[in-house]
């Protein structure tokens, strides 16, 4: 029965406010016919009210409307000027606003709220001397109105009047005493019509009113640093370090003036106390370790107190990889290539968006040999920046070691064509191009990358050298291949492999006692000489009609593991086998 109830009586409320409704509809026109015949007194009543009610409905131009006609009745009617200046303003129609209301301050200047819209567009039309003006007009009125003030402060500071501002300000400040926005204010302007002094003596203001504010410390630490006075600024960072023992800044601040001192032992100390505080930001941290690693130390002396950053940054910050890569740089450095590898790797799980880790981290493994390594990380590397080259180089040696000359050769002939401006880069994938070349047979292709290389470079030593190998391998142009690896010799004399090149080219041509002289040389430069040198000393002693010297040679060469195929037979036989 109650919801039967209620429903009658929303039915009848509804049927109630329908009626109300269409007569109110009917006598939409009978409305217009009265106000027609209505004085001009009750018509703009009506049109403000109606205007009021558009403009609170959101409905700005049908208000504009009804404000207008408002006027039309009466044309003192200031509150209706205040209205139209408000959404004229809201349509971008600010000279009409101002002109409006201009005339409603004019009609009525006692109401303060005229006075401020006025100022208002006046601030925003440029015109600040009228700004000013202004809310010069209503402190008269209220002179103990801080938003007046601070008004007129903006204004005076838009004028660049700043010594009438500080009186303003003063003025705020004798009413609500200090306060941190006023001083602020005025440190500023002081600072900008160069009297430090008197900024440094606000804060000092501040700071004696608030003495257990830390932040009011830092900011006389630094106008004093900045103006000369270190004694005090010093004495500001103790200061600080007094009220609050763990706030990190104070740490970067003393190290940033330790630094400027040329104490380098006290900045290092400010330093790793900043990077050990936890509560101190990663990107702080960033910012300012750079600047430490540009002083002039002694190499030893940077490269250990860079790990001991490393250090500090992977124990404060395990989830950042800065940390690790800076650890690694060092290892690097130190040619401990096994843990440069180990943060290097630890660096880039956390983020593999860091290039020069991947490249520091090829290099490792190119360094510890690492081929089968360097081949696939040089392939993710590329994957992750592909506009990269020497991923391609780094991961072509890798398939090399591994005679994977095809693949090696897909990444030189594609990173080749990511080099700009680098002659000595594209020498390195021209002169691997021209190995690779030689090794899947294509001994034109091998000698005209050469040619490129040495077109770079003509004093390039390892390209002169394996240039010259492999003319005295296919027999040649041998006097080209003579004078190559004759300039390699000279360029780099202390290399084995170079000695053996002279010899074997000489060998080629016949030139026997030339080829013992330098392969001679090569062996007693080399305990160790690999077993390619051993065999070819056998085969010019061979030349040379000393066989059994030849045979001793060429067993010590089969010994290394190393040595050509016809090894056997030349030592079965005890002949030369070519």
Request: hydrophobic share 40%; no cysteine.
């Amino acid at each position: 029965m109650m919801a039967i109830r209620n429903f009658r009586f929303h039915y009848f409320f509804l049927i109630i406010f329908l009626t109300v409704f269409s007569a109110a509809v009917a006598q939409e026109g009978s409305r217009e016919d009265s106000l027609a015949h209505a004085g001009n007194s009750r018509r703009n009543a009506v049109y403000f009210a109606d205007g009021l009610k558009e403009r609170l409905a959101g409905n700005s131009e049908r208000a504009i409307k009804y404000f207008q006609q408002a006027l039309a009745a009466d044309s003192t009617d200031h509150a209706s000027m205040y209205e139209l200046s408000e959404l004229y303003a809201r349509q971008g129609e600010i000279n009409r606003a101002e002109q409006i209301m201009e005339k409603a301050a004019k009609l009525n200047p006692a109401n303060k709220w005229y006075q401020i819209r006025l100022g208002q567009i006046y601030k925003h039309q440029g015109n600040y001397e009228a700004y000013a003006d202004i809310y010069r007009k209503l402190l008269k009125d209220d002179p103990s109105n801080t938003d007046y003030f601070g008004e007129l402060s903006s204004a005076l500071l838009l004028l660049e009047r700043y010594d009438e501002a500080i009186t303003v300000f003063d003025e705020i400040e004798r009413q609500i005493g200090v306060n941190e926005m006023l001083s602020l204010q005025k440190k500023q302007i002081y600072l900008s019509i160069n009297k430090p002094k008197k900024a440094i003596q606000e804060i000092e203001n501040l700071a004696a009113a608030f003495p257990y504010e830390v932040r009011y410390q830092a900011m006389l630490a630094e106008l004093y640093r900045k103006n000369g006075d270190k004694k005090k600024a010093f004495e500001a960072y103790q200061q600080i370090k007094r009220l609050d023992p763990n706030d990190p800044y104070v740490h970067v601040s003393l190290y940033e003036y330790y630094m400027e001192e040329g104490e380098l032992n006290n900045a290092f100390n400010e330093l790793l106390l900043a990077l050990a505080n936890e509560s101190l930001d990663i990107k702080t941290k960033l910012q300012i370790i750079p600047y430490w690693g540009n002083q002039q130390l002694p190499p030893d002396t940077l490269i250990k107190q860079a790990r001991q950053i490393g250090e500090l940054l992977t124990k404060t910050h395990p989830d950042n990889g800065f940390g690790y890569l800076m650890l690694a740089d060092v290892y690097q450095d130190r040619k401990e290539y096994d843990n440069a590898l180990k943060n290097y790797r630890a660096g880039l799980a956390i983020d593999s968006s860091v290039y020069r880790a991947w490249e520091g981290m090829l290099f490792a493994e190119l360094n510890l040999q690492k081929y089968d390594r360097l081949a696939l990380d040089a392939e993710r590397a590329i994957k992750l920046f592909p506009e990269q080259p020497i991923p391609y180089l780094l991961g072509a040696f890798g398939y090399f070691d591994q005679k994977n000359f095809d693949q090696a050769l897909k990444l030189l002939q594609t990173g080749q064509k990511l080099v700009f401006g680098n002659n000595v880069l594209l020498g390195e994938f021209y002169n691997y191009l021209a190995e690779v070349h030689h090794e899947l047979g294509n001994d034109q292709e091998s000698f005209r990358f050469y040619d490129k290389t040495l077109e770079l470079n003509a004093e390039n030593s390892v390209a002169l050298n394996n240039y010259a190998y492999h003319l005295a391998g296919k027999g040649e142009r041998l006097d080209e291949a003579l004078k190559m690896a004759a300039k390699a010799v000279n360029l780099d004399p202390e290399n084995v492999s170079n000695m053996d090149t002279y010899a074997w080219v000489y060998y080629k041509m016949g030139a026997y006692e030339d080829a013992l002289y330098w392969i001679k040389k090569a062996v007693k430069l080399d305990d160790g000489a690999s077993g390619t040198i051993l065999e070819h000393y056998g085969d010019i002693l061979y030349k040379l009609n000393e066989q059994s010297k030849a045979l001793e040679y060429w067993k010590k060469a089969k010994a290394t593991g190393e040595s050509s195929e016809l090894i056997d037979r030349k030592i079965e036989e005890g002949k030369l086998y070519e």
